[in-house]
């Protein structure tokens, strides 16, 4: 074991205090510089950004708005150059356009919403010197937009109920939304989960259909009001535009023509995320979580073996594993008498949140195990069937991975404000705390660690906060030398094993700027969580990529915060001077006199 107070490899850094400062703020020693950001062009003759002439024809061409996920695949063994890949998870039209009218947005700007959503790939290069990966022109640059065909594929391709006017085959998608979080998978292809998908469509008011109340879609007009300008979003005219969205869909960055999938085998919720491990026999399975409040966890297991090498032969083999499986939810138990959960986050007698659980099926194929609905219907309306199975209702399942040596897997417990609250469930020894604000980060141990097991054991590693506030836990770990966290979003882990964790709080924690944390996970520094970064105001940490020698982070709506907008910016971050706010990709290094240094 290390000796104790001596940093583990990775995490050899001074943690950031904690701010609201506009900017982004790191530790001494370390760089930082732009990648891309909201309207860079992407594409060569694509004119510069220009916030005030904006067209969606010179958006569909550029970085789109409020980047979420992202992934670098390295081209090099040196990762000088990478394709990177970006969620485009939602725009906010009243960052977007001065005097924006809510009530009466134009056609244009409701054309170039549809543009600014969806995904980026574009390559990235630095020299040998600098950690400033900058985007560049290449022939993987891509955009897709809601007008990107999508093939839809698994055992609720053609089902009735994902026909349309526009498509009769219910086999044929344009476009991708709300795409939060995702994943790499083993084979280089990228996972994205289509997320809060449900505040797209107009008048579900009225119908009192659970398959639309379950989901949150409701409510007569949307926000953005793009039913107006397309029948698609209005579910009078296309009631069954809405059950193509809100699936996971995988993307061959290394291909620019293929065309994307949406795996309707993972089911279909407000995923955050989607991530694979591959099992001993080559069997994968994806892990997936619905992202509300008292929603629960997936996990799928394939039936086919992955092909090993990167041919596209060998993709192409790959993208198919999630098309033939068994889908799967979690339910936990806790170990302690329910008596010694109290709501607080006091730990209970044998001093841990922890248990057993099981991963309950819900369908295989055309085989469903729910009683009273079809495999077609528990792939679509997939949290239906959870609720039948007695699926155990967690605080916000945000992004979830599993660690690349031991193959744990580590959930972010976002938060959840209304446990508790009348009429909704109280504390659980997974979700201990009532009016949750700043979340919990999950331990999940599959049964001999086997990636195909169907009952596995569990732990909370953090119970996140103030560490001040006696009701938190950092893994055992000695609170006075910790960074405080809340609402933590995404995981990821560096190739030492640590795990770093962005936050995504809306300055819960006493109006502090959200960040990025590193933590080792063994040893005696196990819960050592330090502030490695934090974002601007207003803005929320996203996408972490842990390179060797290079972190990058996602810095998603910088400055919106209660009252500003394009007419009153509240950050005029990256650009500086009087400039709007742009969601950009931020690139983090070690200084090196001569060789940039390794992170940590
Ligand atoms: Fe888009 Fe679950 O955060
Ligand atoms: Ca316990
Ligand atoms: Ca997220
Ligand atoms: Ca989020």
Known sequence: ????????????????????????VVPEGYEQGIVIRWGDPLFPGVPEFDFDNQTAA????????????????????????????????YTSESFMFRGYNSANPTEEQVKIAWAAHGLSVFMIKRSLFSGHY???????????????????????????LLKTSVDPTGRKVLGTINNCAGGVTPWGTILSGEENFNQYFANAAGRND??????GVNGTATTRKWERFDKRWDLAQEPNEVNRFGWVIELDPNDPDSTPVKHTHLGRFKHETANVRVADDGRVVAYSGDDERFEYIYKYISNGKVKRGNSKAARRHNMTLLDDGTLYVARFKGDSPASEIDGTGKLPSDGKFDGSGEWIPLAAGTKSFVPGMTAEEVYVFTRLAADKVGATKMDRPEDIETHPRTGTVYCALSNNSERGNTGKEGATEPNPRVKNRHGQVLELTERRGDALALTFNW?????????????????????????PISSPDNVAFDRHGNLWISTDSGGALNGLNDGLYGVPLDGRERGHLKLFLTVPAGGETCGPVIGERVITVCVQHPGEVD????????????????????ASVVAVWRKGRRQLGEIG
């Not at 971050?573 to 706010?581: A, F, I, L, N, R």
Request: overall charge positive.
């Open 210 to 215: 659970p398959r639309l109340t379950r989901y």
């Open 1 to 24: 074991a290390e000796p104790q107070g001596r940093p583990p490899r990775g995490l050899d850094f001074k943690p950031v205090a904690v701010n609201t400062k506009d900017e982004v």
């Open 134 to 160: 900058k985007a560049k022109f290449s022939r993987y640059n891509r955009r897709i937009t809601l007008h990107t065909p999508f093939e839809v594929r698994g055992p609720a391709a053609g089902s009735d």
């Open 459 to 483: 732990n909370l590693f953090l119970v996140c906060g103030d560490p001040a506030d006696p009701n938190t836990y950092f893994g055992g770990y000695d609170k006075s030398k910790v960074s």
């Open 58 to 89: 010179k958006q569909a061409k550029q970085f789109g708005f409020n980047c979420d996920f992202a992934a670098i695949l390295p081209l090099d063994p040196l990762e000088l150059t990478g394709i990177m890949v970006t969620n485009h998870e």
């Open 563 to 582: 009252g500003a907008s394009a007419d009153n910016p509240a950050s005029n971050w990256p650009d500086g001077g009087k400039s709007q706010p742009r």
